[in-house]
């Protein structure tokens, strides 16, 4: 499965972003869909997750309340809608895919090839 991730680029703190993430194979209800992200000179973290079938959902702590996930099934594609953006959201941003709800990327075996997200101060 090819992920394709687009929608990174430079904004001010305070703005928003939405990242799209369009996988090319199939997608089934039971499979998740997450974002990762991974800052200049940090290892790559979790950001959130989504249950593609029932749209559950999961986030890490420090984007909830601002970031939100979401999938159209129709389009097959998956969003990460970012506001209130910070300096510390600046990282390159990766969709991925997993058979099943994990916050742990050894799960997700898909992933797509990143898009950067800045934002200045």
């Known amino acids: 499965v090819q992920l394709q991730a687009s929608g990174g680029g430079l904004v001010q703190a305070g703005g928003s972003l939405r990242l799209s993430c369009s996988p090319s194979?199939?997608?089934?209800?039971?499979?998740?869909m997450a974002w990762f992200r991974q800052a200049p000179g940090k290892e790559r973290e979790f950001v959130a997750a989504i249950r593609w079938g029932a749209a559950t959902t999961t986030y890490t702590d420090s984007v909830k309340g601002r970031f939100t996930i979401s999938r159209d099934n129709g389009k097959k594609t998956l969003y990460l809608q970012m506001n209130s953006l910070k300096p510390e959201d600046t990282a390159v941003y990766y969709c991925a895919k997993a058979n099943g709800l994990s916050r742990n990327e050894r799960e997700y075996r898909s992933w797509g090839q990143g898009t950067l997200v800045t934002v200045s101060s």
């Open positions: 194979g199939s997608i089934f209800s039971s499979h998740v």
